[in-house]
């Protein structure tokens, strides 16, 4: 129910806008970035409140300043807890109690400051706890200059956050982690504690043991998008991921081949990409992709200008996983390269409409 017009006598010189109703204003207030809005509502008694009445909301750590990390991160996480506090004060003048307002949209884009951690995980619980939340991301990442000696402490540390805040990150939508250090089954265990996860992105991260693969088995999970961009492991295998549509593995170096897909009977867009070492043999797609990859629809290769690392097979080995596919591009191909390999793509997937090179 909309919120009554403020009572305010429009005059000659008086703010037309101000005379809005709360609903209409805190509208204008969500589509501004939010250090606007809180700069919009500090010009006039009328809007003080407004800010703390917003249903969407975006906290960028980047934003906040502070002489050190943990002053920045004193910073954000005081101003999430003002802003997420369920009872909102109401406006001069207005009567009755005050009003709760639930989050509908929440992004936290934080540092990983193991004392700031407890004060971020209870915020966030009460701010969900009406069960009308439709989007949590976390976003954490290190402060720049931290030591590269801690990255495996600093991953325990966040898979301690994530274990003593269930209710959290059972919410979360989509999840972003830089520079952290996993153990062997730490990736998998996140992802069946994330009941709503839909995107996960690991940026920089590693494996305690890189020697070994990162393998996700995640037959319950939600989880539609898996983002590995210079993920330091022997590979990646995605054992059973039904829910899976798209996948982004980027990286320097890994064993061919790089990933191998499961059961992973959605998918439909694959982008890969690494420099292959000149002592690796290429490998064939079949290695790679799944049989239970029927919606396969398009299909980005990067090679970085470096060592082809495909090797040429049977057209009819790739037939039944390449039967939808109908975008592919392939990246960084020298130019002296003869792409007369690439014939048995053609042959494999008849309802191919793009087929490009690009630089």
Request: aromatic share 8%; proline share 6%.
């Amino acid at each position: 129910m909309e919120s009554p017009p403020h009572k305010l006598n429009v005059g000659r010189d008086e703010d037309r806008i101000s005379a809005l109703t709360d609903d209409l204003l805190v509208g204008i207030l969500e589509r501004l970035d939010l250090r606007e809005a809180v700069r919009a509502s500090a010009l006039s008694s009328r809007w003080r409140h407004l800010p703390y009445r917003l249903s969407r909301l975006h906290l960028e750590v980047g934003h906040f300043q502070g002489a050190t990390p943990l002053e920045v991160m004193d910073a954000f996480t005081g101003a999430a807890q003002r802003l997420l506090s369920l009872v909102v004060p109401l406006a001069e003048g207005e009567g009755g109690s005050a009003a709760i307002i639930p989050i509908k949209a929440l992004v936290l884009s934080f540092y990983m400051s193991p004392p700031h951690l407890s004060a971020i995980g209870r915020t966030v619980e009460d701010a969900v706890s009406y069960g009308k939340t439709e989007y949590l991301e976390f976003s954490i990442s290190l402060p720049r200059g931290s030591n590269a000696s801690l990255l495996a402490e600093f991953g325990q540390q966040f898979m301690s956050f994530s274990q003593a805040y269930p209710v959290a990150f059972w919410w979360l939508t989509r999840l972003t982690l830089k520079n952290l250090v996993f153990g062997h089954s730490d990736v998998t265990e996140l992802i069946n504690a994330c009941n709503k996860l839909k995107h996960l992105t690991l940026s920089s991260c590693r494996l305690v043991d890189q020697r070994s693969a990162l393998r996700i088995d995640t037959p319950c999970s939600g989880l539609r998008r898996l983002d590995c961009i210079r993920f330091r492991c022997e590979r990646i295998e995605l054992i059973s991921v039904p829910e899976l549509r798209t996948v982004l593995c980027c990286s320097r170096h890994y064993e061919n081949p790089p990933v191998r897909f499961g059961d992973v009977p959605q998918l439909c867009h694959v982008n890969l990409g690494y420099l292959a070492k000149v002592s690796q043999a290429p490998f064939m797609l079949s290695e790679c992709l799944s049989r239970s990859s029927r919606n396969l629809s398009k299909l980005n290769l990067n090679f970085f200008s470096q060592t082809i690392w495909i090797q040429p097979e049977q057209p009819k080995r790739l037939t039944a996983i390449f039967r939808n596919l109908t975008d592919m591009y392939l990246f960084g191909i020298f130019p002296e390269c003869d792409l007369s390999w690439t014939l048995f793509i053609l042959e494999a997937a008849p309802a191919l409409r793009n087929f490009k090179s690009l630089d």
